[in-house]
């Protein structure tokens, strides 16, 4: 699946992170990549809470930059299981592989 490869793609491009990295700007922005990582979590989360019928809820900025895979992981999962309409798991990994070329 297109959603799946996107986030294994990113995790890959960032697991290895440590925090100085996380805290640097993005490519051609003014935001950490942190800030940018997370930006695209809460995103995939709010896909997820739409195709449930669910209310939109805010997702944890944890102190810890280094659980920004983890927390993408579980959002894009969360998405999966919503079973939301094939071209919104494809704007989803877009967006992912978009995010991916400014870290």
């Not at 490869?5 to 993005?26: I, K």
């Not at 927390?71 to 995010?99: F, K």
Request: glycine share 4%; proline share 6%.
């Amino acid at each position: 699946m297109e959603l799946d490869r996107a986030v294994e793609l990113l995790v890959r491009q960032v697991g290895h992170w440590e925090q100085p990295r996380w805290s640097a700007a993005a490519e051609g922005g003014n935001v950490s990549r942190a800030a940018l990582v997370h930006k695209l979590v809460q995103e995939i989360a709010n896909l997820a809470a739409d195709a449930e019928g669910e209310p939109r809820r805010d997702v944890p900025r944890l102190d810890n930059d280094l659980v920004l895979p983890d927390q993408l992981r579980v959002v894009a999962a969360d998405l999966r299981a919503a079973g939301p309409p094939d071209a919104v798991l494809a704007w989803a990994a877009e967006a992912i592989t978009a995010t991916r070329s400014v870290l």
